[in-house]
């Protein structure tokens, strides 16, 4: 067991460790997902709950997974033990990130699509009214979605392959500034435009009626989860490869922290930009594909401005992708002792196959995206949470969490143990009924 431990790969240091972990909570979600879905629920009520989920719920659950893979320093089902009921966990939350990966590697080859269209003059080029047809006929044939997704499945498939230190840590480290700094130009730009104000008022402004609604809650609830990446192993896994003495309370705090206002300047730079010239910003999924172009297409420069978007939609998403196949490709290398190499390309191989459905079907994909954010994570943390809260000794549990304040620890006991199951649980018998 011993040399088992020793041999198995690590971050080169917490900055590192940060940068990766950071990089796997922003992606696709914090721009595509969280520009419709706000804009779905109301802008800035949503955003209301939306932070609230993330502070109450998603901080104590990232700790979780993090004390939980820092003290297992294994993969999501071994963290859970060899044998016996509680294995279940690991296998929702394996479940959860390849069934993720598998859809998520169809909306990333879109935007790589269109980040290849821009960067050749032809998205710029074409006419306004062409944009929701254009994305309709892309979609709809069979051959463009599907090769795309391999074609970003395959770069992902590179960047694991090559290691923990060597691929996914320094992958993070070049794209991470490279996209924020991308997305603070973005913003500033949006907040250049004329009547970005009520861009801002939707965002930032609540819509106090709007609270009245369910669904905005569990939009909020599978949104949080979503972004943070909680409770499909990969913060487990992500920890399991760090120092054993990592602050992990500081670092769930600072990843949230980064996740959240990474989403919070996509919105900066989406929305003021919609409402300056009209359009709608309760688009849905396609609002990135239709109404961010239409909108590059009235704008000074906006060949440049769509090519720097979609080159962050595409950064963003692969930092996120790796994080997602990472996790089982640990799984299948302590398994079947396999390669890391081999195990790289068999899970490749599966989730495209996987994922074909989704590249043949928006609503296909918009309905496994909702079963996950809104039943298979939360299942999955659920059952993490009960192992972390319950089944260990609260002794075991506290120390792996690493908080320095007893204040603090119990607050974070009490949280794993009855405030973020409780809203779980209500958010699966809402779902149920919705």
Not at 25 to 31: D, L
Not at 40 to 45: Q, R
Not at 54 to 80: Q, T
Not at 308 to 327: D, K, M, P, Q
């Amino acid at each position: 067991m011993k040399d088992a431990l020793r041999e198995r790969e690590r971050w080169s240091s917490r900055a590192g460790f940060l940068v990766a972990t950071l990089g796997c909570a922003v992606g696709v979600g914090n721009i595509w997902r969280f520009a419709y879905v706000a804009g779905e629920n109301g802008g800035g009520a949503f955003l209301l709950v939306y932070v609230a989920c993330v502070v109450l719920l998603g901080i104590p659950v990232m700790l979780a997974e993090f004390s939980l893979g820092g003290r297992a320093r294994a993969d999501v089902l071994a963290a859970f033990g060899v044998r016996g009921p509680w294995r279940v966990a690991g296998a929702l939350a394996l479940s959860a990130a390849f069934l993720i990966l598998s859809y998520y590697a169809v909306v990333a080859g879109w935007a790589a699509k269109y980040l290849a269209d821009y960067a050749s003059g032809s998205l710029e080029r074409a006419a306004q009214e062409d944009f929701a047809l254009r994305f309709s006929a892309f979609v709809s044939s069979p051959a463009g979605p599907i090769a795309w997704q391999a074609i970003f499945l395959a770069a992902t498939a590179a960047l694991v392959a090559a290691g923990v230190q060597r691929g996914i840590e320094r992958a993070s480290r070049l794209l991470m500034p490279l996209l924020g700094a991308i997305v603070l130009l973005l913003a500033g730009y949006g907040l250049s435009l004329p009547d970005a104000s009520r861009g801002l008022a939707f965002l930032f402004a609540p819509d106090w009626a709007a609270l009245a609604r369910p669904q905005l809650y569990l939009a909020a609830i599978g949104q949080a989860f979503f972004s943070l990446g909680v409770g499909m192993g990969v913060l487990l896994t992500y920890a399991s490869y760090a120092a054993e003495r990592e602050r992990l309370g500081g670092a769930a705090v600072a990843i949230a922290a980064g996740d959240t206002l990474f989403a919070l300047a996509a919105g900066v730079a989406i929305f003021p930009a919609v409402f300056a010239f009209g359009l709608d910003p309760a688009q849905g999924p396609a609002l990135a594909f239709v109404t961010l172009p239409q909108l590059f297409a009235l704008m000074p420069g906006g060949g440049w401005l769509g090519l720097a978007f979609f080159l962050l939609l595409t950064g963003a998403a692969l930092t996120s992708a790796v994080s997602l196949i990472e996790v089982p490709v640990a799984w299948l290398m302590r398994r079947f002792s396999l390669s890391r190499l081999a195990a790289t390309l068999w899970t490749a191989l599966a989730a495209f196959a996987a994922g074909i459905p989704s590249a043949l079907s928006p609503a296909v994909l918009e309905s496994v995206d909702r079963l996950t954010a809104e039943l298979l994570l939360p299942l999955a943390s659920i059952a993490l949470l009960a192992y972390a809260g319950w089944a260990l000794p609260s002794a075991v549990s506290l120390a792996g969490a690493r908080l320095r304040s007893p204040r603090l620890a119990r607050a974070w006991l009490i949280a794993v143990r009855y405030v973020a199951p409780a809203a779980l649980a209500a958010l699966l018998a809402s779902s149920a009924f919705a």
